[in-house]
């Protein structure tokens, strides 16, 4: 299919995808690189978000450069993925991959020690953790030299990687330091736990790794994990496969955005595609919120940190689960 690379670098700017691939980055016309540690900023940003350079690299160009820069993906596939970004086409034309992928010969279910140092880093409870790891849906080991927590399901079509320490992984090759590293063979695009919520009513639609942990966090809090299955996109910029949509019919589903650009346009598009199919799709945005800290939350996992007494004196955060009471 060809893609009309004008429209796409009209539609879409720097700064959105750096927010989906590098959430941390603040792109500006004076700033650090995402693509390795800057410890002085020797990278800009400019043209209205259209257009980049390096200083230290000399490398630049467009949003289409920084795109294949940012993935390691070829042009091709690049612009494939930017066409559904810019909302040029649906994912109807692009069924998911079906490779598998490779599997670290390491992996296991989690120990105790495991889960509760997960617990601590990602700041979520340990029965969070243990809920993820009975669903099958957390397994470590060991991916790129490093030790993992990894996130996959029964379809077989993704796994995705983080350090048990919260660091980066490094750059090697064409891929650029990243928080998570999606394991080689993966569909990127699948929603993981899709299978897994088979049988129940209510989904928790969330946007990467940690707010899954998040969510099952705060199911348990509310004592609706019985209810409700959370399902995971790993990206902002992934739209949801044509071959996932018949199983969310008839599913009453709440999505958790992300409370930037990225993760508010990623959320509007994955409602559109479950309207008609699902009986209930809304959405709820984790954005904004006074945190404990002084800072704001951007997500569901930042909620997390927020005391007891701060979290129940916001109304708007008492029920992050009410949707999922029976109805009649």
Not at 7 to 33: D, V
């Amino acid at each position: 299919m060809k893609h009309d690379t004008e429209e796409i670098r009209r539609r879409l700017t720097i700064p959105q995808i750096g927010a989906a691939l590098f959430p941390s980055w603040r792109p500006g016309k004076s700033c650090k690189s995402p693509f390795r540690q800057d410890r002085t900023p020797s990278f800009s940003v400019f043209k209205a978000g259209r257009a980049w350079k390096d200083f230290a690299s000399g490398e630049g160009g467009d949003v289409i450069d920084f795109y294949t820069k940012a993935t390691g993906l070829s042009f091709k596939d690049a612009l494939g993925r930017l066409a559904v970004m810019a909302g040029l086409h649906t994912e109807r034309e692009r069924p998911a991959k079906t490779s598998k992928p490779i599997l670290p010969a390491d992996l296991h279910i989690g120990s105790k020690a495991e889960l509760m140092k997960l617990a601590e880093l990602r700041n979520v409870s340990c029965e969070a953790v243990q809920l993820a790891s009975n669903a099958g849906l957390l397994r470590f080991g060991t991916v790129c030299n490093e030790p993992c927590w990894i996130l996959l399901d029964k379809s077989g079509k993704l796994a995705q990687a983080r350090r048990r320490d919260g660091k980066q992984f490094d750059a090697i090759g064409r891929l650029p330091a990243r928080k998570a590293h999606t394991l080689r063979g993966s569909c990127q695009s699948w929603p993981l736990g899709t299978l897994e919520a088979a049988n129940k009513g209510f989904l928790a639609l969330v946007e990467g790794m940690p707010d899954l942990l998040a969510a099952a966090h705060f199911a348990h809090a509310e004592e609706a994990e019985s209810r409700v299955a959370v399902i995971a996109m790993l990206g902002a910029s992934n739209t949801i496969p044509a071959d996932s949509l018949p199983y969310f019919a008839g599913k009453r589903i709440r999505i958790f955005a992300h409370g930037d650009d990225a993760g508010i346009q990623a959320a509007r598009r994955w409602r559109k595609q479950l309207k008609g199919k699902a009986q209930m799709v809304e959405i709820f945005s984790c954005g904004a919120v006074e945190l404990t800290d002084g800072e704001v939350s951007n997500d569901l996992n930042d909620l997390t940190s927020m005391t007891a007494e701060t979290f129940h004196d916001d109304r708007n955060l008492q029920h992050l689960f009410d949707f999922a009471e029976e109805v009649g």
